[in-house]
């Protein structure tokens, strides 16, 4: 095989032989019994002694000869002669005659001359040193034989068996105290780019500075594929910076993940670094996402580059990364879950590479399972938490039809469609109210997106401001309180909405999907209506009329950044933050199901938590049930 591949992008498949072709199994080892949960055997172990090691009484009763109990029943017992005692760990001192029987306790060694024990309960005292066996027996009786469990010289365990609490039981009781174990591949993680801060150090977003996702996420899911992973400082964006990052974590472990730096900026250098440190194979795969990986080979181990966007990297990972690591470690590939699904909506790509499509369920009011597409994109960390699993479409497929049947290789075996899913409005009592339903699904989309979605038979409800979602079964709802959100005492003194037309005012919008905007919107077409202006020119004079942000708090935060004077938003929202508020009105929102989902267990739930609200709407300032 030409290994080298730089010019075009590769086939999928190509980069899995590649990949395939790296050495990153680690060396086998030995690790005391009690070490060993989890791990892989590197070998057979066979047992070298019988187990049990002698021949041993199951129950408490009397050691005898079966024979003699010939005959013996309830009606008709036979005496025996009581000649002894044996007790578990200890050597049987007596031996046992015709007629005779020794008393005998569980787990102890059969006495000389016994060949079956009969249990207490089958048996009565009788003259002085006598008991009367009240059953017939056959040799062997209520006795294990030396070697019945597993006899020396017999396969106990194979290798590639994962140690759990049955094999060390039987490990044990064959006595083995280490076992030989599969290396655990180390998997160094460096991830690239002068803008990363490890969370929980403080953040300068303004500074472009942004948490490092990859690092983490990386190294849970390198554990969760039976690797051992070890975090890096996260390197610079230049070329020494990654050189010596890399170099450090190639000398220390089996495989070097980075991430970062693999697509076509300046800064984006560090395929050189692997060409000129050790040996690059493989540049940019015809996949989406995670076009621009890198697979090669750096000071004697391994390496894969992943893309720097969090969803790129962690598909890249699942798909070509998961399965070398697992190889390694000599873990089984898990059996994958999937599940059958017919397209929700309709969905095109025709960027002509095989695309690893996060996918949505939703089953529908017959149970059916509906799939949809998710995917805000590379660099949003939601999309894959958002989503249950992938769809895998392969590079000549154009579009998925709406209905069409499609496979979804869930995330993992557990995986299950949410009892609930909404869309629409973001608001703060929605999210208490969904606390009380078990596994709810709910994009704040907005109350417009909200409504589409309804209406395209994705989602089973829609909450939305104004007009409520049409052809759908009314929930109620509750009214909020709405206006300007300004800093703690209204220093500026804003009185409403005028004041943001004629007054040098910095003001922060929502979206136009909000059900807030168009309430807002409403307003200004209102004031413009008394003024008798245009309400173009009404919005023209607001300083920041098209600054629009995305969540309900979102203009608020942004004033208590200092960054504006006033932003749209809710008295709850102020009261929150210890903000001041000038109120403009109400507004209701509502929520609608989809007339087939509503015997949904989990939108009854729903609907039965905004029918009680409880103190929801209590405590929220502004709000009325
Ligand atoms: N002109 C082109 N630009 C881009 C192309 C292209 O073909 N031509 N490809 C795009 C694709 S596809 C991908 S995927 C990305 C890959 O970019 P890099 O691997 O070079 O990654 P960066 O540029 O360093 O980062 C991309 C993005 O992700 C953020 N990032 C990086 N590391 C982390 C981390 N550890 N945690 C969280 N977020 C991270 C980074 O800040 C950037 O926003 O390139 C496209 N561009
Ligand atoms: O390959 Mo990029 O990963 O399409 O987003």
């Known amino acids: 095989m030409d290994r080298k591949q730089f010019r075009d992008l590769a086939d999928p498949e190509v980069a899995r032989e590649t990949i395939a072709s790296l050495d990153l199994a680690p060396e086998s080892e030995t690790v005391p019994l009690r070490e060993a949960r989890g791990r892989v055997l590197a070998g057979r172990v066979d047992a070298d002694l019988d187990v049990p090691g002698f021949d041993r009484a199951s129950v408490d009763g009397y050691a005898l000869r079966a024979a003699d109990t010939f005959g013996a029943d309830e009606a008709d017992p036979v005496a025996f002669r009581l000649v002894g005692e044996v007790h578990a760990g200890s050597e049987p001192d007596v031996e046992v005659g015709a007629g005779e029987c020794a008393e005998i306790s569980t787990g102890a060694v059969l006495p000389p001359g016994a060949d079956a024990v009969v249990m207490v309960e089958r048996t009565d005292p009788g003259d002085a040193d006598e008991v009367l066996v009240r059953t017939s027996l056959a040799p062997g009786d209520r006795v294990m034989f030396a070697g019945a469990d597993i006899a020396a010289g017999e396969r106990a365990l194979g290798p590639g068996t994962v140690v759990t609490a049955r094999e060390v039981g039987l490990l044990s009781a064959i006595g083995v105290d280490e076992v030989p174990v599969r290396g655990v591949p180390t998997v160094g993680i460096v991830s690239t780019g002068d803008e990363l801060v490890r969370p929980g150090d403080p953040l300068d977003s303004d500074t472009g500075q942004i948490y490092d996702v990859n690092s983490y996420t990386t190294a849970t899911a390198v554990e969760e594929a039976g690797g051992e992973a070890k975090l890096y400082p996260h390197a610079g964006d230049d070329y020494d910076a990654m050189e010596s990052a890399l170099r450090t974590a190639a000398e220390e472990c089996d495989l070097v993940l980075s991430s970062g730096s693999t697509s076509a900026s300046a800064v984006d250098v560090i395929y050189r670094v692997v060409e000129e440190t050790g040996e690059l194979l493989l540049h940019g795969v015809a996949v989406k996402p995670g076009k621009p990986m890198l697979v090669g080979e750096l000071a004697g181990s391994a390496y894969i580059g992943l893309p720097g966007y969090p969803v790129s990297a962690l598909t890249i990972f699942r798909a070509f990364v998961a399965p070398a690591i697992r190889r390694a470690a000599g873990r089984p590939e898990p059996e994958t879950a999937t599940i059958e699904g017919r397209m929700a909506v309709r969905e095109r790509y025709s960027e002509g590479r095989h695309r ?54 869930l995330f993992s075996g557990d995986v299950r469609p949410p009892t609930l899913f909404g869309a629409g409005e973001d608001d703060p009592a929605l999210s208490r109210l969904l606390d009380r339903v078990d596994r709810p699904r709910y994009l704040a989309v907005g109350s417009r997106q909200g409504r589409r979605r309804l209406r395209d038979g994705v989602t089973d409800v829609a909450v939305t401001t104004g007009d409520a979602a049409p052809g759908g079964v009314e929930f109620g709802g509750w009214t909020r309180e709405w206006g300007l959100v300004v800093p703690a005492g209204n220093p500026a003194g804003v009185e409403g909405l005028p004041d943001l037309v004629d007054d040098d005012l ?45 969540a309900h708090e979102s203009p608020a935060r942004k004033v208590l950044a200092g960054e504006a004077d006033a932003g749209l938003g809710l008295r709850a929202t102020a009261e929150t933050l210890g903000m001041g508020f000038v109120p403009c009105g109400t507004e209701r929102v509502t929520v609608v199901a989809d007339p087939e989902r509503v015997e949904k267990p989990g939108v009854r739930r729903l609907r039965a938590a905004i029918d009680d609200g409880g103190t929801v709407f209590e405590e929220l300032a502004g709000y009325r049930g």
Do not use: C
């Open 356 to 409: 690893y499509m996060p996918a949505g369920l939703v089953t529908d009011g017959d149970g059916e399972t509906l799939v949809y597409p998710v995917d805000k994109g590379s660099g949003a960390t939601t999309s894959l938490v958002e989503a249950d699993g992938i769809v895998s479409v392969p590079p000549d497929v154009e579009y998925l039809d709406s209905g069409e049947s499609v496979e979804v290789a």
């Open 506 to 550: 910095r003001f922060i919008n929502r979206t136009t999907d909000s059900g807030l905007r168009s309430t807002f919107d409403e307003a200004i077409e209102g004031l413009a209506d008394e003024r008798g202006d245009e309400r173009r020119d009404l919005t023209d004079a607001i300083d920041g009329f098209e600054l629009a942000v995305r």
